[in-house]
């Protein structure tokens, strides 16, 4: 096992793992002073605050199977929290048409990342899905172009659309069809800018 160490050499502090047990606590001088030129070294054992607070030990088992429970079991209407999501990517392309200093970029991923992330979590998997595409195309720019916002716009109405229809599977035909649009429109666009 492993014991980590914080050495202070003449106001400079290193952290030291030493795979081997107090005894050789010699030996990290050693090692410090070769490294360093300097035969001054003071040796601080950190403090496990952190640690004594939380604890050794991970989750009940009790407690891991409750919290899935919970989320297998919830029953929140996702369609209000997915719209103030898309209402979000709304609003921040309309201030962004109006001041072109504005990130649009990462306002865009962090909402799209969002309804990825809680689609699942809501039993949502078709917005998932189709999050899923446009925030994989944003990953690989780092800026917006009209073209981006043609893209995230044509989403919005889609995602719209799964909602308004209690589209939740990502297997059903109007999920595959919108995100097979959607991934092809993504591809070309990738194409595009490879060329």
């Known amino acids: 096992m492993a014991s980590a160490f914080v050495v202070e050499i003449i106001g400079f502090t290193l952290m030291i793992e030493v795979y081997a047990d107090s005894t050789q606590e010699s030996a990290l001088f050693e090692i410090a002073s070769m490294h360093t030129g300097v035969d001054m070294a003071k040796l601080i054992m950190p403090k496990n605050t952190l640690k004594k607070k939380v604890g050794d030990g991970g ?12 989320i297998d079991d919830n029953d929140v209407d996702f369609r209000p929290i ?13 201030e962004y048409n109006n001041d072109k200093s504005i990130d649009l970029h990462s306002l865009l991923l962090d909402q799209l990342m969002q309804l990825r992330a809680q689609g699942s979590l809501f039993r949502y998997s078709s917005i998932s899905a189709i999050s899923d595409t446009v925030v994989d195309l944003l990953d690989t720019i780092k800026k917006v172009d009209a073209t981006i916002i043609e893209i995230v716009e044509a989403y919005e109405k889609s995602t719209k659309v799964l909602l308004l229809k209690g589209v939740r599977n990502s297997e059903d035909m109007i999920c595959k069809a919108f995100v097979t649009e959607l991934s092809n429109v993504c591809k070309k666009y990738k194409d595009r800018q490879v060329t």
Request: glycine share 0%; net charge positive.
């Open 82 to 94: 997915a719209d103030k999501y898309l209402t979000l990517i709304h609003q921040a392309i309309a």
């Open 59 to 70: 989750f009940k088992q009790e407690d891991l199977m409750k919290a899935q429970r919970a």
